[in-house]
């Protein structure tokens, strides 16, 4: 089992920046791939970013690719999305999964997931 705990959303405006943490705890974060993902109000859960659990290879939604970064430290325990040049479209809740084997896009194949945190970007 392994628990995860999202921080870091809050309200910005446009064009600024935040970075998330993801904190885990449990069975070996190491050897866990991580993935973050947003929900819209009214949407569907929408995939982010993912990292393989050594941190070599990493995966962006197109909507996101060079504005944000995924990155984990696996001494601590905890993945980051630092997000920059943010956007009134990247309102939603955001959340961080983990799953064995390898980093992946889809939703359905992450088997635990983080409470969520709220990030509201203001035009």
């Known amino acids: 089992q392994v628990q995860l705990v999202e921080s870091g959303g809050g309200l910005v405006q446009a064009g600024g920046s935040l970075r998330l943490s993801c904190a885990a705890s449990g069975r070996t974060f190491s050897s866990y791939a991580m993935g973050w993902f947003r929900q819209a109000l009214g949407k569907e859960r929408e995939f982010v970013a993912a990292?393989?659990?050594?941190?070599?290879?990493?995966y962006y939604a197109d909507s996101v690719k060079g504005r944000f970064t995924i990155s984990r430290d696996n001494a601590k325990n905890t993945v980051y999305l630092q997000m920059n040049s943010l956007k009134p479209e990247d309102t939603a809740a955001y959340y961080c999964?983990?799953?064995?084997?390898?980093?992946?896009?889809?939703?359905?194949?992450?088997?635990?997931w983080g409470q969520g945190t709220q990030v509201t970007i203001s035009s």
């Open positions: 990292i393989s659990w050594s941190g070599i290879s990493t």
């Open positions: 999964a983990a799953r064995e084997y390898g980093a992946v896009v889809a939703r359905a194949l992450y088997d635990y």
